[in-house]
């Protein structure tokens, strides 16, 4: 059976920073691309970032240079650290995993396994 889990999410303020894990079990990272998602109130769920093991890396324009994916293979943990947060971070994040490769054209649908969602509340 195939679990995702994340934690990390928190309440923080503007500037701050969160590092967000996503634990799998019953998948490998060599046949699942990850992906990390949010969701804000009354909002679509969007993508934010995914790896692959072909190294293929995803960032959303809105979190390139403040936001990097990284995995821990021996762990089977995925990570997002997430600086320099905004308000309109605010969201609950999901991860979830694809047997396609990364890529920020991937539709959602396409992600078979998904988490429960962990709260990122950024306050001003």
């Known amino acids: 059976e195939v679990q995702l889990v994340e934690s990390g999410g928190d309440l923080v303020q503007v500037g701050g920073s969160l590092r967000l894990s996503c634990a799998a079990s019953?998948?490998?990272?060599?046949?699942?691309?990850i992906g990390w998602f949010r969701q804000a109130p009354g909002k679509e769920r969007e993508a934010v970032s995914c790896?692959?093991?072909?190294?293929?890396?995803f960032y959303a324009d809105s979190v390139k240079g403040r936001f990097t994916i990284s995995s821990d293979n021996a762990k089977n943990t995925v990570y997002l650290q997430m600086n320099s947060l905004k308000p309109e971070d605010t969201a609950i994040y999901y991860c979830?995993?694809?047997?396609?490769?990364?890529?920020?054209?991937?539709?959602?649908?396409?992600?078979?396994?998904w988490g429960q969602g962990t709260q990122v509340t950024v306050s001003s």
């Open positions: 979830a995993a694809t047997f396609y490769f990364c890529s920020g054209s991937t539709p959602l649908y396409e992600y078979a396994y």
């Open positions: 019953g998948l490998n990272f060599d046949d699942h691309a």
């Open positions: 790896f692959s093991s072909d190294g293929a890396t």
